[in-house]
């Protein structure tokens, strides 16, 4: 009886789907992180320059981004 390797037997893409949906989720757990109130021992630290700061850029009700 011979035996033929017919390769994985778990779809390509599914890996490929966990793959991007990790690096998704530490990506933007990061963002979040960053942008949270810092944990203990951390209150002072600099935030990193390549962090965007996500509570100045989102306007509040009423106002708009022109200055007039």
Sequence with gaps: MEMTATGPS???YFILVYVVG???????????????????GWEGAKRP??????????NQPGESDQTS
């Design 49 to 58: 320059d390549n962090i965007p700061d996500l509570s100045n850029s989102i």
């Design 10 to 12: 778990f779809p390509w």
């Design 22 to 40: 990790f690096i998704a989720a530490v990506g933007i757990g990061s963002l979040a992180w960053y942008n949270s109130k810092r944990p203990a």
